[in-house]
């Protein structure tokens, strides 16, 4: 995975799979359970964001974006503050549309691996971040 340390691509084969992940399977409440899917799952977010981050050496841009991200799921948490374990979108659905009226929950209505995944990519990813890492 291209979120773990230290860096098991190199920085042009870890961008290519970056941009193939978001062209694919990326949604700002998580990952689609594969390409085409309605279905997203929250907790896949983690590892993508850190593996974004990474491919953006951590910039200043990246961790906006990745923030925005945390904004659009955090808006979707039920009203415990919990987070479904998935989400179906709506078939019509694409990037850069609003996913207001798209989006439900789907599944358990509250998953704790989302939720620690949310957590730890706060803490871990945008909160307390190093400087950038150097990706060789």
Same mark, same amino acid.
């Given at each position: ?6 860096? #098991? #691509?190199? %920085?042009? @084969? $870890? ?6 992940? $978001?062209?694919?399977? =990326? ?7 594969? +390409? ?7 907790? &896949?977010?983690? @590892?993508?964001?850190?593996? =974004? ?12 974006? !990745? ?9 979707? $948490? ?5 987070? +479904? /374990? $998935? =989400?179906?979108?709506?078939? %019509? &659905?694409? +990037?850069?549309? +609003? ?10 209505? %509250? *998953?704790?691996?989302? !939720?620690?995944?949310? *957590?730890? #990519? &706060?803490?871990? /990813?945008?909160?307390? %971040?190093?400087? @950038?890492? !150097?990706?060789?």
């Amino acid at each position: 995975c291209a979120s773990l340390s230290p860096t #098991l #691509l190199p %920085a042009a @084969p $870890a961008q290519r799979l970056i941009d193939a992940i $978001a062209r694919e399977l =990326f949604t700002p409440l998580g990952l689609r359970e594969r +390409p085409g899917s309605s279905r997203v799952r929250p907790e &896949w977010l983690g @590892p993508y964001a850190g593996a =974004f981050l990474r491919a953006r050496n951590r910039s200043v841009e990246a961790r906006a974006e !990745v923030r925005g991200w945390l904004d659009v799921l955090g808006a979707h $948490a039920n009203t415990d503050g919990h987070l +479904p /374990e $998935a =989400f179906e979108l709506d078939p %019509a &659905w694409r +990037p850069g549309r +609003p996913l207001e009226g798209a989006v439900r929950p789907a599944g358990a209505p %509250a *998953a704790f691996v989302a !939720v620690a995944e949310f *957590a730890r #990519l &706060w803490v871990e /990813e945008i909160e307390h %971040a190093e400087e @950038p890492a !150097v990706v060789s």
